[in-house]
């Protein structure tokens, strides 16, 4: 099975005066404007590093639902942030790292096997596969 999906972004202008939007093929994100101030200066809004957060938490915690059906586990609850990191180097700006958080509330486990899978979620998920960055997991169980 092959699945592609589509996310598309416009730019007018210059750098930090230009804007942009991003839309997804869903319709999910329909030309959602980003721009400079977004990105760098803390104004609301989106950027692509949000975005990226958003994505990976997304797939990881489906990937760690998957898992836990395996082992024959349905959690109760599963809250997962991923903050990715922006960082300027000597060669431009590179996404550094991203620390996964996951707090979860799984019947019929303990922390040994919940950390276990867990783990094996975030090296499973796609987006975990597609990130060339260290990506870092800390994971709760409630």
Same mark, same amino acid.
Not at 23 to 45: C, I, N, Q
Not at 121 to 128: E, L, R
């Given at each position: %099975?092959?699945?592609?999906? &589509?996310?598309?972004?416009?730019?007018? *202008?210059? $750098?930090?005066? *230009?804007?942009?939007?991003? !839309?997804?093929?869903? *319709?999910?994100?329909?030309? /959602?404007?980003?721009?400079?101030?977004?990105?760098?200066? *803390?104004? &609301?809004? !989106?950027?692509?590093?949000?975005?990226?957060?958003?994505? /990976? #938490?997304?797939?990881?915690? %489906? #990937?760690?639902?998957?898992? +836990?059906?395996?082992?024959? +586990?349905?959690? &109760?609850?599963?809250?997962?942030?991923?903050?990715?990191?922006?960082?300027? $180097?000597?060669?431009?700006?590179?996404?550094?790292?991203?620390?996964?958080? +996951?707090?979860? !509330?799984?019947?019929?486990?303990?922390? #040994?096997?919940?950390?276990?899978?867990?783990?094996?979620?975030?090296?499973?998920?796609?987006?975990?596969?597609?990130?060339?960055?260290?990506?870092? +997991?800390? #994971?709760?169980? !409630?």
């Amino acid at each position: %099975m092959k699945i592609t999906r &589509k996310g598309s972004a416009a730019w007018s *202008g210059g $750098l930090k005066d *230009g804007k942009g939007a991003i !839309s997804t093929e869903s *319709g999910a994100l329909d030309a /959602h404007p980003y721009g400079f101030a977004t990105r760098f200066e *803390g104004v &609301k809004g !989106s950027n692509p590093e949000e975005l990226i957060g958003a994505a /990976h #938490a997304s797939c990881f915690t %489906m #990937a760690l639902s998957l898992i +836990l059906g395996e082992a024959e +586990l349905t959690a &109760k609850s599963l809250n997962t942030t991923a903050k990715v990191t922006l960082e300027k $180097l000597d060669d431009g700006f590179a996404v550094t790292s991203i620390a996964l958080e +996951l707090t979860a !509330s799984i019947p019929g486990t303990d922390d #040994a096997q919940f950390q276990e899978l867990a783990a094996k979620a975030k090296a499973n998920c796609p987006i975990s596969k597609l990130m060339n960055t260290d990506i870092t +997991l800390t #994971a709760t169980l !409630s």
